[in-house]
C-alpha cells in the first residue's frame, strides 16, 4: 500500500473566525503546521503518494508543501541553513497531489473523490485535523490487518461514555490477534444510545470497494455523506472487500479542529520541546501555582 487520502475539505466552523481565509489544518503546532505532522506520520508508514481533499480557502496547504525559491534564496544568501532545511524540508516529504472537493457534502463524499486517484487497491485515510502520537506505528498496524482480513479497518480509541457522543461508535467483538471486528457503527450516539465507549478516530485503512458503497450512500446525519455509514454497509456485506476490523489506538490523540483540544495539543508538543520544555514548564509552575495570602 503506497496511497493515503487526507481529507482537508471541511469548512473548520469551531475555529471561526480563525479559519474565515485560513485552512484549520494550517494552524501551528510550534513552529509547524498540523497538517505536516500528519503528512509525515503518513511517510513514516510509506505513504508517499498523498492526494489531498481541499477547498476554498485552502490555498494556503498547496503552498506550504511547495517550493519557495524567493524564500530559500534569502535564507540561503545570509547563511541560515537550519532554516533552509525545515523550509525545503516540507516541499520534498511526498508526492503529494491535490484535488478540490467542491461541495464540503461531507467525509464519504471527500473519500470519493479520490476514487480515480485511488483505483483498486487499498489505501490510507488521515484526517488532517486529527493528531496522533508519533510513537504509535498505528498505521502499520492498520495496514497488516488489513492485508490479513482483506476488508476495511478503521481506528477506535476508548473515550469516556460524555465524550462518545461527539464521535462514530463502534459495536465490536474480539476478533483473534487482539484485534476487533466491528458489528455496527453508529454516528454521535447519545451517551444511552452508544453501543460502546469506543470512538472512531481519524485514521482508516481501507478495502476500494468502500467506492462503491460510498456512491450508493445518501445523505446522513446533518445531511452530509458520512464515511461511517459507507462503513457500516460493508460491516454487514458479503463477498470480497467486505468487513471492518477495528485497532484499538493507546496513545495520545488530538483533535486540533477542536480549540481545547488543539490549545492540549500545543502545550503537550511545548512540554516536550528540546528548546521550549523548560521555559513552558517554568512558566506553567508560576501561574499554577496558589497566590500567596
Ligand atoms: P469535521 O467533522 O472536523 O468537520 O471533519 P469540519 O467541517 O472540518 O470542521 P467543523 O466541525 O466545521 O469545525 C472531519 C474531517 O473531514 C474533512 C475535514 O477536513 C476533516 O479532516 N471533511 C469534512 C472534508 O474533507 N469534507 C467535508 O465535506 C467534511
New binding site residues.
Partial sequence: MRKAVI?????????LPA?KAMP??MLPLIDRPAIQYVVEEAVRAGLTDILM?T?RSKRALEDHFDREPFLEDTLEAKGDYAKLAAVRQSSTLADIHYLR?G?????G??VLRARKHIGNEPFAVL????LIDEQDGILDEMTRLQELTGGSVIALMEVEPSQISAYGCADALPAPGGHLQVRRLVEKPGAAAAPSNLAVI?RYVLHPRIFDVLAQTPPGQGG?IQLTDALQTLATADGPGSGVFGVVFRGRRF?T??KLSYLKAVLTLALEHQDLGAGMRDWLDGIMAPSLP
Fill in positions: 481529507p482537508a475539505a471541511g469548512l473548520g466552523t469551531r475555529f479559519t484549520k489544518e481533499i477547498g472537493q461541495d464540503p457534502a461531507g467525509l463524499h471527500a484526517l488532517g485535523d486529527d481519524g452530509e483533535d479542529g477542536d
